[in-house]
């Protein structure tokens, strides 16, 4: 049975075509480049997030991310791999329109947030050396639903 606070998840659900924009490790530095996303339930208790954009080179960036949810803490949390073999845990908000990712580990401080609407999330990462001091852009990512 899913809860409510996963069930809230469900507007994320589906296909979406996305952009990778404003990327500060690409030139030119107006580049966009255009990839899939598939959002989906791994039954009732996790939400699976994948997203493909091709890289620099040659390779594409391929991240997975695994939502979900501990109940008796009163939060979520978001499990990330990408294609370099990297992996990390990330706390997790989710109110509706507001989604937030974040995490201060001793290699670095990262954040993602992003403005949900049912067809359209517009979303950016940062990312900190200083434990938080100073923050700068990684990239902007938007993603248009293409079916549901």
């Known amino acids: 049975m899913r809860g409510d606070a996963m069930e809230a998840l469900d507007v994320l659900i589906g296909s979406w075509q996305v ?3 404003n990327a500060w490790f690409l030139e030119p530095p107006d580049r966009e480049d ?14 699976i997030f994948r997203w ?9 960036s391929e991240t997975a991310i695994a ?12 499990l990330y791999h990408d294609e370099r073999g990297v992996s990390r845990i990330f706390a ?3 109110d509706g329109a507001l989604w937030t990712l974040s995490r201060e580990d001793a290699d670095m401080f ?6 949900v609407s049912p067809d359209r999330i517009a979303a950016k990462w940062e990312a900190s050396d200083d434990r938080g001091e100073t923050w700068r852009k990684d990239f902007d990512l938007e993603f248009v639903r293409i079916a549901r």
């Open 92 to 94: 997790m908000t989710f």
């Open 19 to 21: 952009a990778m924009r």
């Open 34 to 47: 255009a990839g899939s996303a598939q959002i989906e339930w791994l039954g009732d208790a996790f939400v």
């Open 110 to 115: 990262q954040r993602f947030s992003a403005k």
């Open 67 to 78: 939502m979900g949810r501990s109940d008796s803490n009163d939060r979520y949390v978001a």
């Open 52 to 60: 493909t954009v091709p890289g620099d080179t040659g390779t594409p």
